[in-house]
C-alpha cells in the first residue's frame, strides 16, 4: 500500500509545469487526484490520463482561479466525484514582470486574485470536507524570501502573502490534525522560466547549487508534506530552491 492509498488531493494548475508534477507524483503515490486549468485542455487530459494509467482516479477540471466561484466549485466537484477530500495543493500561478510604473490596477488585482484570493477561497471550501490529516500546501516562490533583481515586486507581493496565511491557518486548524505548508521554489524549468531562457544564466548565479531545479524536486516535497511523514510540520515555508535564499 502506498503512502497516499485512500486519499483525494485537488492541485491547482495542474496541467502544465511543477502542478503537472506534483499531481503525476500524488497519484504515484496513491491519490485519486484532480486538477485545474485555465487554458490547456488538451495537456489536463493527458495529465488525468497518466493518473489513470497509475491506477488512480483522475479529473480535469476547468477552472479560472481569477474566479472564487469556479475554484470553489471545483473543490465541490471534486468532494462530490471522489467522495473525500484530503490534500490541496494550491499551485496555479502566474509571472507579472517589469517596472512598477507600467504596472496596471488590473494586473495587481489579477495577481493578488490568482495568488492570494483563490488559495483563500480554495482553503475555505477544502477546510469543509477535511478531516484528521488533511493537508493543505500553497506553492509560492523563493522571491518571497529573496529579491536579487528587480522588475517583480508585484509577483513578490503576492507570494510573501502565503507566508503569513500559511502561519495564520495553521493555528485555525492545527487543533483539527489539519497541517498548512507553503512550499517556496527557485527556479526551477517550466513554461513559466525555461532553464535556457534570456534570464536562465543570471538566476543561476543566484543559488548555492548553481543550476536549475525540476518541477519533480518541488513535487518530492510536496509528496513528502502531504504524507504520514509530514503530520509534524505546519505553519513552515519550505524553500526548495537550490540555495537561492542562502
Ligand atoms: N517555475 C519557476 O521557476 C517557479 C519558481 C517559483 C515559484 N513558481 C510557482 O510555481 C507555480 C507553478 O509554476 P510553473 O512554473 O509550473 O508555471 P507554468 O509552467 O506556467 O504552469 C502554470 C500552471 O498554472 C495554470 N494557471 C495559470 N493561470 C491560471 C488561472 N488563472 N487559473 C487556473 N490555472 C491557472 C496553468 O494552466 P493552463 O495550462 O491551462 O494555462 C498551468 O497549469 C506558480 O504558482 C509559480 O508562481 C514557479
Redesign the pocket.
Known amino acids: 500500500m502506498s503512502e497516499l492509498t485512500g486519499k483525494v488531493a485537488l492541485v491547482?494548475?495542474?496541467?502544465?509545469?511543477?502542478?503537472?508534477a506534483i499531481a503525476k507524483r500524488l497519484a504515484q503515490d496513491g491519490a485519486d487526484v484532480a486538477l485545474?486549468?485555465?487554458?490547456?485542455a488538451d495537456?489536463?487530459r493527458t495529465i488525468v490520463a497518466e493518473i489513470e494509467a497509475a491506477g488512480r482516479r483522475g479529473l480535469a477540471i476547468a477552472?479560472?482561479?481569477?474566479d472564487p466561484d469556479a475554484v470553489t466549485a471545483a473543490v465541490e466537484r471534486t468532494a462530490a466525484e471522489f467522495g473525500r477530500f484530503d490534500i490541496l495543493v494550491n499551485?496555479?500561478?502566474?509571472?507579472p514582470f517589469g517596472p512598477p510604473e507600467a504596472v496596471t490596477v488590473e494586473e495587481i488585482d489579477r495577481t493578488l486574485a490568482?495568488?492570494v484570493r483563490a488559495v483563500f477561497v480554495a482553503s475555505q471550501s477544502a477546510l469543509r470536507h477535511m478531516e484528521a490529516g488533511g493537508r493543505i500546501i500553497s506553492?509560492?516562490?523563493?522571491?518571497a524570501q529573496r529579491v536579487p533583481h528587480p522588475g517583480v515586486s508585484l509577483y513578490a507581493m503576492s507570494?510573501s502573502a502565503l507566508i503569513g496565511f500559511t502561519k495564520g491557518l495553521a493555528r485555525d486548524v492545527g487543533a483539527r490534525g489539519i497541517t498548512v505548508n507553503v512550499v517556496d521554489?527557485?527556479?526551477?524549468d517550466?513554461?513559466?522560466?525555461p532553464a535556457d531562457g534570456p534570464d536562465a544564466e543570471a538566476q543561476r548565479s543566484f543559488m548555492a547549487v548553481g543550476h536549475y531545479g525540476s518541477?519533480d524536486d518541488v513535487a518530492a516535497m510536496v509528496a513528502h508534506l502531504a504524507g504520514p511523514g509530514g503530520r509534524f510540520v505546519t505553519g513552515a515555508s519550505i524553500a526548495v530552491d537550490g540555495g537561492y535564499a542562502a
Open positions: 491547482t494548475g495542474g496541467s502544465r509545469g511543477i502542478g503537472a485545474t486549468y485555465v487554458s490547456a495537456k489536463a477552472a479560472d482561479s481569477v499551485n496555479a500561478g502566474i509571472f490568482i495568488h506553492i509560492g516562490s523563493c522571491l507570494k521554489p527557485g527556479s526551477t517550466t513554461d513559466m522560466n518541477a
